[in-house]
């Protein structure tokens, strides 16, 4: 079992930047993929990035793709979202994710473990 909590969140002006932090406990840090994910009012929840258990590998959705960047570090048993060039659309509840079953890291049905959120809006 996992335990994730999300920070960082906040209101930023088109163009700007936020760094999401998404901290975890329990389980064996470096022993699981991580994701994050959004979910804008009204809308499905989308894949926006995913790193491998080792952070070799990362992974992006085609609309931040060149502007976020997600990376991990085992020792402070954390993930981070670096949000650039932040548009509008970009405006939705950011949650983390832990892949615990090693399933594919690009599935929000792959994730075992959610962490509650963080709001993040953007204003022209």
């Known amino acids: 079992h996992v335990q994730l909590v999300e920070s960082g969140g906040g209101l930023v002006q088109a163009g700007g930047f936020l760094r999401l932090s998404c901290a975890a406990s329990g389980r064996t840090f470096s022993r699981y993929g991580m994701g994050w994910f959004r979910q804008a009012a009204g809308k499905e929840r989308e894949f926006v990035a995913a790193?491998?258990?080792?952070?070799?590998?990362?992974y992006y959705g085609d609309s931040v793709k060149g502007r976020f960047i997600m990376t991990r570090y085992i020792s402070k048993n954390t993930a981070y979202l670096q949000m650039n060039s932040l548009k509008p659309e970009d405006t939705a509840v950011y949650h983390c994710a832990a892949n615990l079953i090693q399933g594919d890291l690009l599935d929000l049905d792959e994730y075992d473990q959610w962490g509650q959120g963080t709001q993040v809006t953007v204003t022209s």
């Open positions: 790193i491998n258990w080792s952070g070799g590998n990362t």
